[in-house]
């Protein structure tokens, strides 16, 4: 007798990520070359100085984190439950408190409809990931009505 393999789904929104990880290059790159530039110049009245340019590139590593820090969305689901990672918090639930997974054609991302009519955005998995976010989809349904069995 075989016991049948833990199925897990994991995904995360690559297409998000991609962007996230551009824009957080251009930003701490325009922000390097600004303060490499700030010494140059001057407005008359204020000299820039060294300690300038190094609160320049620290806001811009800093703006790049913050951009970096959009793009943390995950979901993790297996026969026990799903943890949906947004950008702001973190939800671990067992299936018992999902009714249904959702992912209507023109959202921008999924949703999980728990049992107690509430809406639970699931922004790892995002339409413009195409086949990759029916996959992840498909796979929490199946968890889902398995957990149901």
């Known amino acids: 007798m075989t016991t049948p393999a833990l199925t897990t789904v994991s995904a995360t929104p690559r297409r998000q990520r991609i962007m996230c990880a551009v ?8 922000m390097l070359v600004v303060s490499i530039l700030l010494k140059t110049h001057t407005t008359g ?63 921008p991302w999924a949703t999980l409809l728990l049992v107690d009519d509430d809406e639970l955005s699931v922004l790892a998995v995002q339409a413009a990931d195409g086949e990759r976010a029916v996959r992840a989809v498909e796979g929490m349904r199946t968890l889902l009505a398995a957990s149901r069995a």
């Open 23 to 30: 824009m957080a290059a251009v930003i701490f790159g325009v």
């Open 45 to 107: 009245v204020i000299a820039f100085r060294t300690s300038d340019q190094v609160a320049t590139t620290g806001l811009g590593l800093a703006m790049a984190g913050a951009t970096l820090y959009l793009s943390r969305a995950r979901v993790d689901a297996d026969a026990s439950g799903v943890r949906v990672r947004n950008i702001v918090g973190t939800h671990t639930l067992p299936w018992e408190h999902v009714r249904a997974v959702r992912f209507d054609e023109d959202s």
